[in-house]
């Protein structure tokens, strides 16, 4: 199987047979490059954890339809109550299917630990709702129950196939981020045997998390990000924010310093490769996370810190001179 983007033709000369002739002089001349193929268990776990993350998205859609038909009621649950999919929320959703419209018995259905007072949430809960509310409100909160229970299979399904790699997700969410449905979802995409990757570097370059090389006349132009793996680099960039604001870590230390140069957005491109990168050797060797702290890059630059700081002094008009420590 190859990259139909890597061996595209001459613009212009389009066909079948065409494209053909084209393909297979390009594998006489050995000039195609094979893509990854996982085996087959890996596939499988592959289409469950796609077919999940799909299902999980129509849960969010209906959700959002369901809240949609409340406002249109002029029923304001979702502003005093974070969730309203969680306990409360469906408790004093299904009260309104049953037909009731009184606010003060809605709200005491409320849990003790809402933020909100009985009384917000009473105001909140004064509205019109019709029959036709009703109906569509049944409708959606019948359909999330359903998509909740299809991804309860599903999670039962992936953890009975995942239990002979169930050293690999132990380790891989002890790096920072990394849940364990993240590292399901990494095993899932990249696999187990990372012989497949010459380097991890080719892993980063497989999973679309190495900026382009585009340089004429000497010029640098775009860095952006190439598109691929649209299944993993989304994962991995929310592992990366997650990462961000895990504290004392070498990761959340790697994102503020790349912040201040190149913005929120670089940075936390650059601590999802890391990320990447750790997974790959922590799966090739068998190894455990190990943290290089906050102090890392300060250590190995030591010097340039120095001078850095100096520098800024100095701009602020002050005489500074640095000398090492006895």
Known sequence: MANAAHIRNVPGRK????DAVWIADLLAHGLIRASFVPPRPIQELRDLTRTRRQLVREIVQHAQRLQRVLEDANVKLGSVVS????????RIVRALIDGETDAQPLAELGHGRLRCSRTELAEA?????????????????????????????????IEAILEPFRGDIERLTTIPGISTTAAQILLAEIGADMTVFP???????????????????????????????????????????AAARTKNTYLQAQ?????????????????AASILTAAYYMLRDGLDYH?????????RDSARVAARLARRIRELGYEVEIRAAA
């Open 15 to 18: 066909s079948d047979v065409n």
């Open 83 to 90: 969730d309203v999919l969680g306990v409360s929320g469906r």
């Open 291 to 299: 943290d290089l702290g906050p102090a890392h890059l300060a250590r």
């Open 199 to 241: 380097s991890a570097g080719h892993l980063l370059s497989w999973a679309g998390l190495c900026p382009w090389l585009d340089e004429s006349a000497g010029k640098h132009r775009s860095t952006r990000l190439r598109k691929g793996a649209p299944w993993l680099k989304p994962v991995l960039v929310q592992c990366a924010w």
């Open 255 to 271: 994102f503020l310093r790349l912040k201040a140069r190149r913005g929120p957005k670089k940075a936390v491109v650059a601590v």
């Open 125 to 157: 809960l004064h509205g019109t709702a019709t029959e036709h509310h009703r109906f569509l409100l049944h409708q959606h909160l019948r359909t999330i129950e359903q998509l909740e229970a299809t991804v309860a299979e599903f999670e039962a399904r």
